[in-house]
């Protein structure tokens, strides 16, 4: 059982301090925590803000049960619901809101995930093959490995993954499950190693990083759902709110930072001297670029190293 008290959340007080404008400018302010996880942000918003209220979205019922432990003291301005973040228009309407003051989004698998090794997540302990951030679907990283097509699966390990030897690690997973079903963590870890050549193996790391993250986001397909969160969430903002995005890996990043570009671009011809109204961005930049953890967030968390924090208001109906 992991403690939650103890869970350390990424940059939870920068994420705070970039969601208080905000919450400050809003008579009855609500924030959405997208990812609330064992509930780290939300329990520190709370406490901060008396006046403030909080939907709670996750995908694992574990890490729902958990925080509404942990946040029970808050109950009367703490809400939650089990559902994946790409549904926060229905999610926030279902309590009754049109708008929100603003939201955070913690993208990726959560410690509480990588730390129970019974889910499979982790390469380096032996487990089922199992992955899935909410366990009530019925897609798992064991049947994506047996049943896929192996073009499928190349596809899934250069793109999610992005693995340079993905054909030669798909001839080796095809090789084994012709003999028997690949169950286990520590085995797809091994079949993995060994078809990556020796060289490469020495430098980067466990070689099995890539494939399993790239089962991990094809198995809750994680980029799919980003996609459609993010520009929900924006549509959701009032005047002045705002929304918070962290991300670890370089393809949510991505598709975070291509979004938020697109949204502060004016769509006014460049050759007019002046700005069209109706044309005008609806949104602006908290952050240029991104933001990555200092020195002392990093000595207290180390899961915080490649963490990329991005922030975008909106500043127009």
């Known amino acids: 059982m992991i403690d939650s008290s103890a869970h350390v959340s990424v940059m939870r007080d920068r994420c705070i301090d970039l969601l208080t404008p905000a919450i400050n400018a809003t008579e009855n302010p609500v924030i959405v925590d997208a990812t609330l996880g064992l509930g780290g942000h939300t329990e520190a918003l709370l406490e901060r803000f008396p006046q403030l209220r909080v939907i709670g ?15 029970a003291p808050f ?20 309590f009754g ?46 049947e994506i490995v047996n049943t896929y097509e192996p073009g499928q699966l190349v596809r899934i390990l250069r793109t999610y993954g992005e693995e340079k030897f993905a054909t ?6 095809v090789k084994a499950r ?5 169950n286990s963590t520590t085995q797809l870890a091994t079949i ?3 078809a990556i050549p020796a060289a ?7 070689p099995a990083k890539r494939t399993f993250q790239a089962l991990r986001i094809e198995t809750n397909d994680e980029l799919g759902a980003i996609t459609r969160a993010l520009p929900s969430a924006l549509k959701l903002l009032s005047i002045g709110g705002r929304l918070v995005v962290m991300s670890f890996q370089s393809l949510e990043d991505r598709i975070v930072k291509d979004l938020f570009v697109a949204s502060t671009t004016s769509g006014t011809p460049r050759n007019l001297p002046f700005e069209l109204p109706e044309l005008a961005a609806k949104f602006s930049l908290v952050i240029r670029g991104s933001e990555t953890p200092d020195a002392q967030e990093l000595e207290e968390n180390s899961r ?3 963490v990329r924090l991005r922030a975008i208001e909106r500043v127009a109906a």
């Open 97 to 142: 809101y049109s708008q929100i003051t603003g939201a955070l989004f913690d993208l990726g698998v959560s410690s509480m995930q990588l730390d129970e090794s019974e889910r499979g997540f982790s390469y380096s302990h032996d487990a089922p093959l199992d992955m899935r951030m909410d366990r009530t679907q019925s897609l798992t990283a064991a």
């Open 57 to 71: 979205i996750d995908r694992d019922a574990d890490a729902l049960q958990r925080a509404t432990v942990r946040l």
């Open 200 to 206: 490469t193996r020495r430098t980067g790391g466990n």
């Open 304 to 306: 915080s190293a490649s």
């Open 168 to 173: 030669r690690v798909v001839e080796s997973i």
């Open 192 to 194: 993995v190693k060994n």
């Open 178 to 182: 012709a003999v028997a079903p690949l």
């Open 75 to 94: 109950a009367d301005r703490f809400f939650t619901k089990h559902a994946s973040f790409d549904s926060i228009a229905d999610v926030v309407a279902s």
